[in-house]
C-alpha cells in the first residue's frame, strides 16, 4: 500500500505565497503527480499535475501563478502557489496515479484571506 503525506498548507494573506509538497512512502512506478483542490459545496477539481518525463499541466485557474515540480528519485511533487487569492481557499489534495491506479492523500488546508 501506498500511502501519500503532504506538508505546507495553511493561511495567508491574499497576495502571498505557499509551498506544498507531497512525499510517497515507497518508491514504485509512477506516471503522473499532482495536485486537486475541493472547496466547500465544491466538486473535487485538478489543479496540476506533471508527468515522469516533466511535462506539465495546469488548471487556468493555476496558470502563471502556481508551479508544479517533481522529484522522481525521491517519489515527491511540489507545488509553488504565489499571488494566492481568496478563490483559492479549498482543501488540497496529493494524487498519484500508476496505471489505473490512483492514490490520494489525506488533504491539506489552505486558507486565502482577504
Known amino acids: 500500500q501506498v500511502q501519500l503525506v503532504e506538508s505546507g498548507g495553511g493561511l495567508v494573506q491574499a497576495g502571498g505565497s505557499l509551498r506544498l509538497s507531497c512525499a510517497a512512502s515507497?518508491?514504485?512506478?509512477?506516471?503522473?503527480m499532482g495536485w486537486h483542490r475541493q472547496a466547500p459545496g465544491k466538486q473535487r477539481e485538478l489543479v496540476a499535475r506533471?508527468?515522469?518525463?516533466?511535462?506539465?499541466f495546469y488548471a487556468n485557474s493555476a496558470k502563471d501563478r502556481f508551479t508544479i515540480s517533481r522529484d522522481n528519485a525521491k517519489n515527491t511533487v511540489t507545488l509553488q502557489m504565489n499571488s494566492l487569492k481568496p478563490e483559492d481557499t479549498a482543501v488540497y489534495y496529493c494524487?498519484?496515479?500508476?496505471?489505473?491506479?490512483?492514490?490520494w492523500g489525506q488533504g491539506t488546508q489552505v486558507t486565502v484571506s482577504s
Open positions: 506533471i508527468a515522469t518525463g516533466g511535462s506539465t
Open positions: 515507497r518508491a514504485f512506478s509512477i506516471d503522473f
Open positions: 494524487n498519484v496515479q500508476s496505471g489505473l491506479k490512483s492514490y
